[in-house]
């Protein structure tokens, strides 16, 4: 998780009282804070990534203000009309399409609030921007600048400009290829036709997102107005992050002003402060809680929470301020409702009937399984569920089949959810291959598969599978295997027939059969397959269906 270290004095002035350790670690916690440490200097906290809020002090401090009672509801923030405008490139639709813009006046910095804004723009990188690869954003001194300004889409010879920590000017190519954050980033850009860029008026560079800000704007202690610039591929993300920084701006005592976003086909002023309303039923939030408040109770403690609420009957109608793009559930607000009354306050009771906990039956079977293959000679691995296509599908030389794909990955080697676990066993033994031979794996996870049958879209099924890599690796061998764990699991009458397809070799797999059912395969690995992974030993394979062994065997 995410850390920040936070200088009581600061914390002192920015909170507009002194509290004593024990009151200190108290507030922290009642904000689900993690707090590492305290001393009579500063005290650090980790905080959850999904308040990204809390990337600097001030926002620790506007959440830390509301469970004290010093202000408590939505902040009110006035936004400035837009006297300027940025300008939108429709050749960046494939590059990096969005763009939210902010001027923000009269700011007092010094070496301790730059410290702030420079770890909260790396944090935000991080937490909304997965790493800049989502959103990045520009800081800049706007009395270096001259509105009004353009995002453009450029070559990579086309503009010079001294980078951030640079001397000399380098085209966005020798950036990409030589610059310290250029090499780090290149990845994001690799493959598109235009880099994007931030000008002014006079054609200067203030910004090669997602890589570095130019030399020309850089903050110092002397800047008052800051332009921020926030580019990225998921416009929501965008205004998110920009909201975060204007509002966290606007407490240190900056006026925000809007700009304009021209894009090819409309036109908007950025930041949006305006956030959804949702309505919360009193009994919903009792249910959840195990609690009997009355509407008024709720009300006080999203208000302390710093939302704005108010009771009509049964229904609360709440705003979130907007810097809280974590709130996408009426549970987000039952949990700040637990949270505004204080954990301390919540008392536990104890259950009315008396039961003995015992392991799940599926754990009782990996449990025996485990055991069985350890006593076979196999050593037991574990991997993600998390993979992606290259691995599950072209690497094994199988088309792809229906799969659940996460929508905003992090990376794109963990773009998908596994459907079968031997590519898992094939991936490990590839890092492996300088390791001493025979190598004898098996993993017993979780794979997913789609179900429209189901509300969530999806069944999980459990799976063991087992490798064996060695010069004298055979189907004869992982046959004999597989006869002995269905033998120790009791199940009898299955059968082997004939399977050629990839990723075996012709005549040397089959499909395991039983109860009128595929329960799995086995079989020698297809060179072709061998030499995907980059393995020069021969492998044989298995993998077979726990959960319908287990479904099965209760019957």
């Not at 507009?16 to 670690?25: I, N, Q």
């Not at 990845?187 to 560079?205: A, E």
């Not at 006080?300 to 979130?320: Q, Y």
Request: charged share 25%; glycine share 6%.
């Amino acid at each position: 998780m995410p850390a920040l270290t936070v200088e009581k004095q600061r914390f002192w002035s920015l909170l507009g009282r002194e509290l004593s350790d024990e009151e200190l670690s108290n507030l922290l916690h009642d904000l689900g804070l993690d707090v590492e440490e305290i001393t009579g200097e500063y005290f650090r906290v980790e905080y959850n990534p999904n308040r990204p809020d809390f990337s600097s002090p001030v926002g620790i401090a506007r959440a830390a203000k509301g469970l004290l009672g010093i202000s408590v509801g939505a902040p009110r923030y006035r936004l400035r009309p837009a006297k300027t405008y940025i300008e939108v490139d429709p050749r960046l639709r494939d590059v990096r399409p969005y763009v939210a813009a902010a001027i923000v006046r009269g700011l007092k910095l010094g070496a301790e609030e730059l410290e702030e804004l420079i770890a909260m723009q790396e944090d935000l990188h991080w937490i909304l921007g997965r790493d800049r690869a989502k959103v990045a954003i520009g800081l800049h001194d706007y009395s270096a600048v001259k509105p009004p300004f353009k995002y453009v889409a450029a070559r990579g010879d086309e503009y010079r400009f001294i980078p951030l920590g640079g001397y000399s000017p380098m085209t966005l190519d020798e950036i990409l290829e030589k610059h310290e954050k250029g090499i780090q980033y290149a990845h994001i850009l690799r493959g598109k036709p235009f880099y994007p860029l931030i000008l002014d008026s006079l054609n200067r560079v203030l910004s090669f997102p997602p890589i570095i800000n130019s030399r020309l704007t850089e903050l110092s202690e002397k800047t008052t107005d800051i332009f921020i610039d926030v580019t990225g591929t998921d416009f929501k993300a965008v205004i998110h992050t920009i909201n975060i920084l204007t509002t966290t701006m606007a407490d240190m005592g900056g006026v925000v002003e809007r700009v304009k976003v021209k894009y090819p086909d409309k036109v908007i002023s950025t930041p949006i402060y305006k956030m959804k309303k949702w309505r919360l039923r009193r009994s919903s939030v009792n249910e959840t809680l195990g609690l009997e408040l009355g509407s008024i109770d709720i009300v006080r403690a999203l208000r302390r929470m710093r939302h704005d609420a108010r009771a009509r009957g049964e229904v609360i109608e709440v705003t979130p301020p907007p810097y809280r793009p974590d709130i996408m559930h009426v549970i987000d607000l039952i949990e700040d409702v637990a949270m505004g009354i204080g954990y301390g306050n919540l008392e536990p009771t104890q259950p009315q009937v008396l039961m003995y906990g015992r392991p799940h039956p599926d754990t009782v079977l990996e449990d025996l399984v485990r055991e069985i293959m350890i006593g076979l000679g196999f050593t037991e691995v574990m991997n993600f569920t998390l993979t992606n296509i290259e691995s599950e599908y072209a690497k094994m030389c199988v088309q792809p089949h229906p799969h659940i794909k996460l929508k905003n990955p992090v990376s794109q080697e963990y773009s998908i959810l596994r459907t079968w676990i031997l590519p898992s066993l094939m991936k490990t033994l590839a890092l492996n291959v300088k390791a001493l031979y025979p190598q004898r794996i098996f993993e017993i996870g979780d794979v997913v598969h789609l179900d429209q049958s189901r509300p969530e879209k999806a069944t999980r099924r459990l799976k063991l599978a087992a490798a064996s890599s060695h010069s004298e690796a055979s189907y004869s061998e992982m046959k004999s295997v597989v006869e002995e764990v269905l033998r120790n699991l009791g199940v009898d009458g299955w059968a082997l027939n004939p399977l050629d397809s990839m990723p075996f070799i012709e005549g040397r797999a089959a499909q395991i059969t039983w109860s009128d059912g595929a329960l799995g395969f086995l079989g020698e690995i297809h060179p072709e397959v061998l030499t995907n992974w980059k393995l020069s030993m021969p492998t044989a394979a298995m993998e077979l269906d726990l959960s319908l062994l287990a479904e099965k065997l209760r019957r």
